[in-house]
Protein backbone atom coordinates (compact mmCIF):
# COMPACT_ATOMS: atom_id res chain seq x y z
CA UNK A 1 0.00 0.00 0.00
CA UNK A 2 2.88 2.34 -0.77
CA UNK A 3 0.49 4.51 -2.33
CA UNK A 4 -1.15 5.34 0.49
CA UNK A 5 -4.28 3.57 -0.04
CA UNK A 6 -5.22 0.11 -1.05
CA UNK A 7 -5.52 0.14 -4.84
CA UNK A 8 -7.77 -3.17 -4.38
CA UNK A 9 -10.50 -1.07 -2.44
CA UNK A 10 -10.23 1.81 -5.04
CA UNK A 11 -10.74 0.02 -7.66
CA UNK A 12 -14.55 -1.27 -6.46
CA UNK A 13 -17.05 1.64 -6.24
CA UNK A 14 -19.17 0.78 -3.94
CA UNK A 15 -16.67 -0.27 -1.19
CA UNK A 16 -14.77 3.02 -1.94
CA UNK A 17 -18.29 5.39 -1.93
CA UNK A 18 -20.23 3.16 1.07
CA UNK A 19 -17.50 2.50 3.85
CA UNK A 20 -17.29 6.30 5.24
CA UNK A 21 -20.98 6.18 5.57
CA UNK A 22 -19.88 4.77 8.91
CA UNK A 23 -20.09 8.17 9.71
CA UNK A 24 -23.43 8.89 9.23
CA UNK A 25 -24.40 5.65 10.82
CA UNK A 26 -23.00 7.55 14.41
CA UNK A 27 -25.90 9.80 13.92
CA UNK A 28 -28.36 6.74 13.96
CA UNK A 29 -26.70 5.19 16.82
CA UNK A 30 -26.89 8.43 18.39
CA UNK A 31 -30.98 8.74 17.81
CA UNK A 32 -31.48 5.39 19.50
CA UNK A 33 -29.05 5.65 22.40
CA UNK A 34 -31.55 8.26 23.49
CA UNK A 35 -35.23 7.27 21.99
CA UNK A 36 -34.30 3.77 23.67
CA UNK A 37 -34.16 5.28 27.26
CA UNK A 38 -36.93 7.69 27.62
CA UNK A 39 -39.06 4.93 29.67
CA UNK A 40 -35.66 2.97 31.20
CA UNK A 41 -36.14 3.77 35.08
CA UNK A 42 -32.77 3.49 35.81
CA UNK A 43 -31.98 6.21 33.08
CA UNK A 44 -34.66 8.32 35.12
CA UNK A 45 -33.29 7.75 38.57
CA UNK A 46 -29.87 8.59 37.64
CA UNK A 47 -31.02 11.51 35.92
CA UNK A 48 -32.68 13.29 38.13
CA UNK A 49 -36.21 11.99 36.07
CA UNK A 50 -36.03 14.72 33.48
CA UNK A 51 -39.48 16.55 32.66
CA UNK A 52 -40.44 17.02 29.23
CA UNK A 53 -38.27 20.43 29.01
CA UNK A 54 -35.03 18.69 30.54
CA UNK A 55 -35.18 16.01 28.38
CA UNK A 56 -35.28 18.12 25.52
CA UNK A 57 -32.66 19.95 26.52
CA UNK A 58 -30.08 16.29 26.63
CA UNK A 59 -31.49 15.41 23.07
CA UNK A 60 -30.90 18.99 21.99
CA UNK A 61 -27.14 19.09 22.69
CA UNK A 62 -26.09 16.31 20.41
CA UNK A 63 -27.76 18.79 17.31
CA UNK A 64 -26.43 21.55 19.13
CA UNK A 65 -22.40 20.17 18.64
CA UNK A 66 -23.42 19.23 15.73
CA UNK A 67 -24.03 22.16 14.44
CA UNK A 68 -20.49 23.55 15.50
CA UNK A 69 -19.29 20.49 13.52
CA UNK A 70 -20.73 21.24 10.58
CA UNK A 71 -19.27 24.78 10.38
CA UNK A 72 -15.80 23.41 11.40
CA UNK A 73 -15.66 20.92 8.43
CA UNK A 74 -15.17 24.47 6.07
CA UNK A 75 -11.76 24.63 7.44
CA UNK A 76 -10.90 21.14 8.27
CA UNK A 77 -11.70 19.18 4.95
CA UNK A 78 -10.07 22.38 2.89
CA UNK A 79 -6.83 22.21 5.09
CA UNK A 80 -6.32 18.86 6.14
CA UNK A 81 -8.52 16.99 3.20
CA UNK A 82 -11.79 14.65 3.60
CA UNK A 83 -10.20 11.65 4.24
CA UNK A 84 -8.07 12.59 6.99
CA UNK A 85 -11.48 14.65 8.42
CA UNK A 86 -13.29 11.96 8.33
CA UNK A 87 -10.72 9.70 10.28
CA UNK A 88 -10.53 12.61 13.38
CA UNK A 89 -14.42 13.04 13.18
CA UNK A 90 -14.39 9.15 14.50
CA UNK A 91 -12.01 9.72 17.12
CA UNK A 92 -13.86 13.00 18.22
CA UNK A 93 -17.12 10.25 18.55
CA UNK A 94 -14.86 7.78 20.95
CA UNK A 95 -14.18 10.82 23.44
CA UNK A 96 -18.27 11.87 23.13
CA UNK A 97 -19.26 8.02 23.99
CA UNK A 98 -17.12 7.68 26.80
CA UNK A 99 -18.00 10.74 28.43
CA UNK A 100 -21.95 9.72 28.08
CA UNK A 101 -21.31 6.42 29.23
CA UNK A 102 -19.22 7.37 32.45
CA UNK A 103 -22.09 10.21 33.16
CA UNK A 104 -23.33 10.47 36.79
CA UNK A 105 -25.71 13.31 36.20
CA UNK A 106 -27.60 15.74 33.76
CA UNK A 107 -24.15 18.07 33.24
CA UNK A 108 -21.78 15.40 32.15
CA UNK A 109 -24.33 13.59 29.91
CA UNK A 110 -24.81 16.96 28.12
CA UNK A 111 -21.07 17.56 27.83
CA UNK A 112 -20.85 13.98 26.31
CA UNK A 113 -23.28 14.50 23.72
CA UNK A 114 -21.87 18.09 22.55
CA UNK A 115 -18.77 16.31 22.10
CA UNK A 116 -21.05 13.12 20.31
CA UNK A 117 -22.45 15.94 18.30
CA UNK A 118 -19.34 17.74 17.14
CA UNK A 119 -18.51 14.40 15.58
CA UNK A 120 -21.73 13.85 14.27
CA UNK A 121 -21.46 17.45 12.72
CA UNK A 122 -18.11 16.71 11.24
CA UNK A 123 -19.15 13.21 9.66
CA UNK A 124 -22.54 14.22 8.10
CA UNK A 125 -20.87 17.36 6.25
CA UNK A 126 -17.71 15.65 5.18
CA UNK A 127 -18.83 12.04 4.23
CA UNK A 128 -21.59 13.59 1.65
CA UNK A 129 -18.61 15.75 0.08
CA UNK A 130 -16.09 12.90 -0.37
CA UNK A 131 -18.57 10.14 -1.70
CA UNK A 132 -19.73 13.00 -4.46
CA UNK A 133 -16.30 14.06 -5.27
CA UNK A 134 -15.25 9.92 -5.43
CA UNK A 135 -17.80 8.10 -6.93
CA UNK A 136 -18.82 8.36 -10.93
CA UNK A 137 -21.56 10.21 -12.03
CA UNK A 138 -23.39 6.75 -13.25
CA UNK A 139 -24.32 6.02 -9.41
CA UNK A 140 -23.03 9.04 -7.45
CA UNK A 141 -26.53 9.19 -6.36
CA UNK A 142 -27.00 5.52 -5.31
CA UNK A 143 -23.63 6.11 -3.09
CA UNK A 144 -24.65 9.22 -1.23
CA UNK A 145 -27.76 7.95 -0.67
CA UNK A 146 -26.16 4.94 1.31
CA UNK A 147 -25.03 7.85 3.83
CA UNK A 148 -29.27 8.00 5.01
CA UNK A 149 -29.33 4.28 4.85
CA UNK A 150 -26.10 3.84 7.14
CA UNK A 151 -28.35 6.11 9.33
CA UNK A 152 -31.30 4.06 9.33
CA UNK A 153 -29.08 1.12 10.06
CA UNK A 154 -27.27 2.82 13.31
CA UNK A 155 -30.85 3.95 14.64
CA UNK A 156 -31.84 0.03 14.16
CA UNK A 157 -28.85 -1.71 15.36
CA UNK A 158 -28.70 0.39 18.74
CA UNK A 159 -32.11 0.24 19.35
CA UNK A 160 -32.13 -3.64 19.47
CA UNK A 161 -29.35 -3.15 21.62
CA UNK A 162 -30.85 -0.72 23.59
CA UNK A 163 -34.02 -3.00 23.90
CA UNK A 164 -31.40 -5.94 24.99
CA UNK A 165 -29.80 -4.31 28.09
CA UNK A 166 -33.35 -2.90 28.94
CA UNK A 167 -33.96 -6.09 30.48
CA UNK A 168 -30.56 -5.70 32.62
CA UNK A 169 -31.10 -3.92 36.00
CA UNK A 170 -29.54 -1.18 37.23
CA UNK A 171 -27.42 1.78 35.18
CA UNK A 172 -25.98 -0.93 32.97
CA UNK A 173 -29.04 -1.28 31.10
CA UNK A 174 -28.11 2.15 29.20
CA UNK A 175 -24.25 2.26 30.03
CA UNK A 176 -23.48 -0.74 27.97
CA UNK A 177 -25.28 0.81 24.99
CA UNK A 178 -23.72 4.31 25.30
CA UNK A 179 -19.88 2.46 25.46
CA UNK A 180 -20.90 0.14 22.81
CA UNK A 181 -21.48 2.87 20.52
CA UNK A 182 -17.96 3.86 20.11
CA UNK A 183 -16.81 0.60 18.45
CA UNK A 184 -17.89 1.94 14.60
CA UNK A 185 -16.10 4.96 15.35
CA UNK A 186 -13.00 3.07 15.62
CA UNK A 187 -13.74 0.90 12.89
CA UNK A 188 -14.37 3.93 10.58
CA UNK A 189 -11.11 6.08 11.87
CA UNK A 190 -8.48 2.60 11.08
CA UNK A 191 -10.11 1.53 8.36
CA UNK A 192 -10.22 4.97 6.28
CA UNK A 193 -6.53 4.53 5.86
CA UNK A 194 -6.95 1.91 3.23
CA UNK A 195 -8.94 4.75 1.44
CA UNK A 196 -7.80 7.11 -1.37
CA UNK A 197 -7.80 11.05 -0.56
CA UNK A 198 -10.43 12.82 -2.79
CA UNK A 199 -9.36 13.16 -6.58
CA UNK A 200 -11.09 16.82 -6.40
CA UNK A 201 -8.89 18.15 -3.25
CA UNK A 202 -5.48 16.53 -4.74
CA UNK A 203 -6.02 18.71 -8.04
CA UNK A 204 -6.70 22.28 -5.86
CA UNK A 205 -3.57 21.14 -3.70
CA UNK A 206 -1.36 21.27 -7.50
CA UNK A 207 -1.11 17.09 -6.76
CA UNK A 208 -2.36 16.46 -10.00
CA UNK A 209 -0.39 13.18 -10.50
CA UNK A 210 -1.78 11.45 -7.42
CA UNK A 211 -5.42 12.48 -8.45
CA UNK A 212 -4.80 11.15 -11.97
CA UNK A 213 -3.28 7.52 -10.43
CA UNK A 214 -6.69 7.62 -7.89
CA UNK A 215 -8.77 8.87 -10.61
CA UNK A 216 -7.34 5.48 -12.72
CA UNK A 217 -7.56 2.99 -9.85
CA UNK A 218 -11.24 4.18 -8.93
CA UNK A 219 -12.95 4.23 -12.58
CA UNK A 220 -10.21 3.27 -15.12
CA UNK A 221 -9.16 -0.14 -13.44
CA UNK A 222 -5.94 1.04 -13.07
CA UNK A 223 -5.87 2.81 -16.20
CA UNK A 224 -5.31 6.31 -16.49
CA UNK A 225 -6.02 6.40 -20.03
CA UNK A 226 -9.28 5.35 -19.91
CA UNK A 227 -11.80 7.56 -21.26
CA UNK A 228 -13.63 8.24 -18.02
CA UNK A 229 -10.75 9.26 -16.02
CA UNK A 230 -9.33 11.46 -18.65
CA UNK A 231 -12.81 13.23 -18.72
CA UNK A 232 -12.85 13.18 -15.02
CA UNK A 233 -9.28 14.60 -14.79
CA UNK A 234 -9.84 17.19 -18.13
CA UNK A 235 -13.04 18.59 -16.40
CA UNK A 236 -11.48 18.63 -12.91
CA UNK A 237 -8.61 20.66 -13.93
CA UNK A 238 -10.73 23.18 -16.11
CA UNK A 239 -13.22 23.90 -13.54
CA UNK A 240 -10.07 24.17 -10.84
CA UNK A 241 -8.32 26.69 -12.97
CA UNK A 242 -12.08 28.57 -13.99
CA UNK A 243 -12.68 28.61 -9.98
CA UNK A 244 -9.14 30.04 -9.36
CA UNK A 245 -9.61 33.09 -11.71
CA UNK A 246 -12.92 33.82 -9.63
CA UNK A 247 -11.61 35.39 -6.86
CA UNK A 248 -10.45 33.83 -3.28
CA UNK A 249 -11.93 30.81 -1.68
CA UNK A 250 -14.28 32.77 1.13
CA UNK A 251 -17.42 32.50 2.79
CA UNK A 252 -17.83 35.69 0.74
CA UNK A 253 -18.11 33.71 -2.33
CA UNK A 254 -21.48 31.94 -0.96
CA UNK A 255 -22.82 35.17 -0.95
CA UNK A 256 -21.69 35.96 -5.06
CA UNK A 257 -24.31 35.31 -8.16
CA UNK A 258 -25.11 31.80 -8.96
CA UNK A 259 -23.50 29.99 -5.71
CA UNK A 260 -25.71 32.15 -3.67
CA UNK A 261 -29.14 30.35 -5.28
CA UNK A 262 -27.54 27.01 -5.01
CA UNK A 263 -26.69 27.85 -1.15
CA UNK A 264 -30.13 28.92 -0.22
CA UNK A 265 -31.49 25.21 -1.82
CA UNK A 266 -29.15 23.05 0.18
CA UNK A 267 -29.99 25.02 3.44
CA UNK A 268 -33.48 24.94 2.53
CA UNK A 269 -33.52 21.23 1.75
CA UNK A 270 -31.24 20.36 4.66
CA UNK A 271 -34.18 22.94 6.70
CA UNK A 272 -37.07 20.79 5.18
CA UNK A 273 -35.43 17.55 6.11
CA UNK A 274 -35.97 18.26 9.89
CA UNK A 275 -39.27 20.21 9.09
CA UNK A 276 -41.08 16.89 7.66
CA UNK A 277 -41.38 15.65 11.45
CA UNK A 278 -39.15 12.59 10.86
CA UNK A 279 -37.30 14.02 14.10
CA UNK A 280 -40.39 12.90 16.11
CA UNK A 281 -40.77 9.67 14.33
CA UNK A 282 -37.13 9.16 15.73
CA UNK A 283 -36.32 10.34 18.67
CA UNK A 284 -39.52 10.51 20.38
CA UNK A 285 -41.54 7.43 18.88
CA UNK A 286 -42.50 6.38 22.05
CA UNK A 287 -44.31 9.53 23.06
CA UNK A 288 -46.35 9.18 20.15
CA UNK A 289 -47.18 5.17 20.55
CA UNK A 290 -47.85 6.43 23.94
CA UNK A 291 -50.40 9.30 23.18
CA UNK A 292 -52.07 6.83 20.46
CA UNK A 293 -52.69 4.71 23.56
CA UNK A 294 -49.93 1.66 23.31
CA UNK A 295 -49.29 1.18 26.72
CA UNK A 296 -46.98 -1.26 28.40
CA UNK A 297 -43.31 -0.44 27.73
CA UNK A 298 -42.01 -4.12 26.28
CA UNK A 299 -45.50 -3.28 23.86
CA UNK A 300 -43.91 -0.40 22.56
CA UNK A 301 -40.68 -0.96 22.16
CA UNK A 302 -41.80 -3.87 19.91
CA UNK A 303 -43.89 -1.12 18.09
CA UNK A 304 -40.44 0.87 17.62
CA UNK A 305 -38.56 -1.45 16.62
CA UNK A 306 -40.91 -2.38 13.43
CA UNK A 307 -40.62 1.09 12.82
CA UNK A 308 -36.80 1.27 12.48
CA UNK A 309 -36.88 -2.51 10.32
CA UNK A 310 -39.45 -0.16 7.62
CA UNK A 311 -36.86 2.72 7.62
CA UNK A 312 -33.61 0.31 6.67
CA UNK A 313 -36.22 -1.84 4.35
CA UNK A 314 -37.68 1.27 2.44
CA UNK A 315 -34.38 3.25 2.00
CA UNK A 316 -33.36 -0.15 -0.28
CA UNK A 317 -35.35 0.75 -2.84
CA UNK A 318 -34.19 4.83 -3.00
CA UNK A 319 -30.66 3.79 -3.29
CA UNK A 320 -31.13 1.54 -6.11
CA UNK A 321 -33.36 3.76 -7.74
CA UNK A 322 -32.39 7.19 -7.11
CA UNK A 323 -30.39 7.73 -10.37
CA UNK A 324 -33.33 6.58 -12.37
CA UNK A 325 -35.77 8.37 -10.72
CA UNK A 326 -34.02 11.57 -10.45
CA UNK A 327 -33.95 13.54 -7.60
CA UNK A 328 -37.05 16.36 -7.80
CA UNK A 329 -39.43 13.28 -8.26
CA UNK A 330 -38.69 11.77 -5.17
CA UNK A 331 -38.56 15.28 -3.16
CA UNK A 332 -42.35 16.40 -4.90
CA UNK A 333 -43.58 12.56 -4.10
CA UNK A 334 -42.54 12.45 -0.50
CA UNK A 335 -43.22 15.61 1.19
CA UNK A 336 -46.92 15.25 -0.48
CA UNK A 337 -47.27 11.73 1.05
CA UNK A 338 -45.41 12.59 4.70
CA UNK A 339 -47.80 15.62 4.69
CA UNK A 340 -50.76 13.36 4.47
CA UNK A 341 -49.87 10.83 6.56
CA UNK A 342 -49.19 13.29 9.79
CA UNK A 343 -52.53 15.01 9.07
CA UNK A 344 -54.28 11.64 9.58
CA UNK A 345 -52.61 10.76 12.51
CA UNK A 346 -53.73 14.48 13.84
CA UNK A 347 -56.63 14.53 12.82
CA UNK A 348 -57.06 11.44 14.38
CA UNK A 349 -55.90 11.86 18.11
CA UNK A 350 -57.75 15.51 17.71
CA UNK A 351 -61.12 13.00 17.45
CA UNK A 352 -60.88 10.57 19.56
CA UNK A 353 -57.87 11.63 22.25
CA UNK A 354 -58.07 13.51 25.48
CA UNK A 355 -55.79 14.95 28.21
CA UNK A 356 -54.98 11.94 30.65
CA UNK A 357 -51.93 11.07 33.35
CA UNK A 358 -49.46 7.86 31.52
CA UNK A 359 -46.35 6.98 34.12
CA UNK A 360 -47.36 10.49 36.42
CA UNK A 361 -47.49 12.51 33.20
CA UNK A 362 -49.66 14.59 31.61
CA UNK A 363 -50.14 13.57 27.84
CA UNK A 364 -52.94 13.79 25.45
CA UNK A 365 -54.04 10.18 25.27
CA UNK A 366 -56.48 7.83 23.08
CA UNK A 367 -58.47 5.42 25.69
CA UNK A 368 -60.81 2.25 24.19
CA UNK A 369 -60.18 2.83 20.95
CA UNK A 370 -58.14 -0.28 19.56
CA UNK A 371 -59.05 0.19 16.04
CA UNK A 372 -57.99 3.80 16.08
CA UNK A 373 -54.76 3.47 18.12
CA UNK A 374 -53.81 0.18 15.31
CA UNK A 375 -54.46 3.15 12.63
CA UNK A 376 -51.95 5.84 14.00
CA UNK A 377 -49.30 3.27 14.63
CA UNK A 378 -50.12 1.98 10.86
CA UNK A 379 -49.93 5.70 9.44
CA UNK A 380 -46.77 6.17 11.63
CA UNK A 381 -44.97 3.64 9.68
CA UNK A 382 -46.40 4.62 6.38
CA UNK A 383 -44.84 8.04 7.26
CA UNK A 384 -41.66 6.73 8.09
CA UNK A 385 -41.66 4.63 4.90
CA UNK A 386 -42.58 7.46 2.56
CA UNK A 387 -39.41 9.74 4.03
CA UNK A 388 -37.10 6.24 3.92
CA UNK A 389 -37.98 6.03 0.03
CA UNK A 390 -37.93 10.03 -0.24
CA UNK A 391 -36.51 12.69 1.42
CA UNK A 392 -34.58 11.23 3.87
CA UNK A 393 -31.21 9.66 0.72
CA UNK A 394 -32.09 12.94 -1.43
CA UNK A 395 -31.27 15.20 1.22
CA UNK A 396 -28.33 14.42 1.90
CA UNK A 397 -27.43 13.37 -2.12
CA UNK A 398 -28.29 16.73 -3.19
CA UNK A 399 -26.39 19.54 -1.23
CA UNK A 400 -23.96 17.50 -1.83
CA UNK A 401 -23.67 17.71 -5.29
CA UNK A 402 -24.51 21.31 -6.67
CA UNK A 403 -21.58 23.55 -5.41
CA UNK A 404 -18.89 24.09 -7.36
CA UNK A 405 -15.39 23.21 -6.09
CA UNK A 406 -13.88 26.88 -5.16
CA UNK A 407 -17.14 26.52 -2.26
CA UNK A 408 -17.82 22.53 -1.95
CA UNK A 409 -16.84 22.47 1.75
CA UNK A 410 -17.96 25.67 2.92
CA UNK A 411 -21.24 25.50 1.15
CA UNK A 412 -21.90 21.80 2.37
CA UNK A 413 -20.90 22.71 5.99
CA UNK A 414 -23.25 25.76 5.68
CA UNK A 415 -26.15 23.61 4.27
CA UNK A 416 -25.54 20.80 7.06
CA UNK A 417 -25.14 23.61 9.81
CA UNK A 418 -28.85 24.31 8.26
CA UNK A 419 -29.85 20.58 9.69
CA UNK A 420 -28.42 21.07 12.50
CA UNK A 421 -29.78 24.11 13.63
CA UNK A 422 -33.79 22.98 12.76
CA UNK A 423 -32.57 19.09 14.50
CA UNK A 424 -31.63 21.42 17.45
CA UNK A 425 -34.58 23.40 17.47
CA UNK A 426 -37.11 20.48 17.21
CA UNK A 427 -35.25 18.34 19.69
CA UNK A 428 -35.73 20.57 22.66
CA UNK A 429 -39.31 21.76 21.10
CA UNK A 430 -41.35 18.68 20.80
CA UNK A 431 -41.57 17.45 24.14
CA UNK A 432 -42.82 20.08 25.49
CA UNK A 433 -45.09 20.91 22.30
CA UNK A 434 -46.67 17.11 22.99
CA UNK A 435 -47.29 17.97 26.10
CA UNK A 436 -48.78 21.39 25.64
CA UNK A 437 -50.49 21.66 22.32
CA UNK A 438 -50.57 18.07 21.56
CA UNK A 439 -52.00 16.44 18.19
CA UNK A 440 -51.93 19.62 16.67
CA UNK A 441 -48.19 19.20 16.15
CA UNK A 442 -48.82 16.84 14.04
CA UNK A 443 -50.68 19.70 11.73
CA UNK A 444 -47.86 21.64 12.04
CA UNK A 445 -45.17 18.83 10.65
CA UNK A 446 -47.91 18.12 8.38
CA UNK A 447 -48.47 22.16 6.90
CA UNK A 448 -44.52 22.23 6.46
CA UNK A 449 -44.40 19.44 4.18
CA UNK A 450 -47.05 20.68 2.09
CA UNK A 451 -45.05 24.08 2.06
CA UNK A 452 -41.93 22.01 0.65
CA UNK A 453 -43.49 20.75 -2.04
CA UNK A 454 -44.13 24.16 -3.43
CA UNK A 455 -40.57 25.06 -2.84
CA UNK A 456 -39.54 22.02 -4.18
CA UNK A 457 -41.84 21.91 -7.10
CA UNK A 458 -40.64 25.51 -8.26
CA UNK A 459 -37.04 26.12 -7.35
CA UNK A 460 -35.20 23.07 -6.99
CA UNK A 461 -33.69 21.76 -10.57
CA UNK A 462 -32.80 17.74 -11.28
CA UNK A 463 -29.35 17.14 -10.69
CA UNK A 464 -29.20 13.31 -11.22
CA UNK A 465 -26.94 11.48 -13.60
CA UNK A 466 -24.04 14.45 -14.51
CA UNK A 467 -20.89 14.74 -13.01
CA UNK A 468 -19.88 17.86 -10.06
CA UNK A 469 -18.50 20.30 -13.43
CA UNK A 470 -21.68 19.09 -15.15
CA UNK A 471 -24.27 20.65 -12.93
CA UNK A 472 -22.57 23.79 -13.23
CA UNK A 473 -24.49 23.90 -16.97
CA UNK A 474 -27.74 22.98 -15.16
CA UNK A 475 -27.44 26.10 -13.07
CA UNK A 476 -26.33 28.15 -15.77
CA UNK A 477 -29.83 27.82 -17.31
CA UNK A 478 -31.44 30.11 -15.01
CA UNK A 479 -35.09 28.63 -14.61
CA UNK A 480 -34.79 30.37 -10.26
CA UNK A 481 -38.69 29.82 -10.04
CA UNK A 482 -39.26 27.66 -12.88
CA UNK A 483 -37.07 24.99 -12.23
CA UNK A 484 -38.93 21.98 -14.11
CA UNK A 485 -37.98 23.27 -17.59
CA UNK A 486 -34.41 22.54 -16.55
CA UNK A 487 -34.20 18.81 -18.75
CA UNK A 488 -32.39 15.64 -17.62
CA UNK A 489 -29.71 16.07 -20.81
CA UNK A 490 -28.67 19.10 -19.67
CA UNK A 491 -24.61 19.53 -19.40
CA UNK A 492 -23.72 15.78 -20.46
CA UNK A 493 -20.84 15.82 -22.09
CA UNK A 494 -18.78 13.79 -23.98
CA UNK A 495 -13.89 13.67 -24.05
CA UNK A 496 -14.61 15.15 -27.07
CA UNK A 497 -17.02 18.05 -25.59
CA UNK A 498 -14.43 18.69 -22.79
CA UNK A 499 -11.33 18.85 -25.15
CA UNK A 500 -12.83 21.03 -27.98
CA UNK A 501 -14.00 23.40 -24.87
CA UNK A 502 -10.95 24.17 -23.48
CA UNK A 503 -9.26 24.31 -27.00
CA UNK A 504 -11.71 27.37 -27.31
CA UNK A 505 -10.87 28.85 -24.43
CA UNK A 506 -7.16 28.73 -24.95
CA UNK A 507 -7.68 30.09 -28.24
CA UNK A 508 -9.67 33.34 -26.82
CA UNK A 509 -6.85 33.37 -23.91
CA UNK A 510 -4.34 33.83 -26.94
CA UNK A 511 -6.48 36.21 -28.95
CA UNK A 512 -7.29 38.86 -25.91
CA UNK A 513 -3.22 38.56 -24.73
CA UNK A 514 -2.10 38.88 -28.87
CA UNK A 515 -4.31 41.93 -28.43
CA UNK A 516 -3.94 43.31 -25.33
CA UNK A 517 -0.02 43.63 -26.86
Given amino acids: MGKGYSAAIASNPYIVGSFACIGGGLFGLDISSMSGVLSNDAYKNTFGNPGPNAQGAIVAAMPAGSFVGALAVS??????????????????????????????NRGMLVVGRIVSGI????????????QSEITEPRIRGRVVSMQQWSITWGILLQYFVQFGCSYIDGVASFRIPWGLQMIPAIILSVGMLAFPESPRWLVDHNRPDEALEILADLHGHGDPNAELVQLEIAEIKEQVRF???????????????GIFRRVTLGMSLQMWSQLSGMNIMMYYIIYVFQGAGLTGRRGNLIA?????????LLTIPAIIYIDKWG??????????????????VGGLQGRFGE????????????????????????????FVCSFAITMGPVSWTYPAEIFPMRVRAKAVSISTAANWV?????????????????????????TFNFAAFIHIFFMFPETAGRTLEEIEDVFAQGHVFTAWNVKRDVGKKTLQDVVRDKHEIHEVDSHEEKHAV
Fill in 75 to 104: KLADVFGRKWTIILSGWIWVIGSILQCASV
Fill in 119 to 130: SVGVASAIVPLY
Fill in 243 to 257: ERTEGAKSYADLFKP
Fill in 304 to 312: DSVQYVLNV
Fill in 327 to 344: RRPMLLAGTLLMGFWLML
Fill in 355 to 382: WGTVDGARVWVISDHDGITKAIIVFSYL
Fill in 422 to 446: FNFALAWAVPPGLSTIAYKTYFIFG
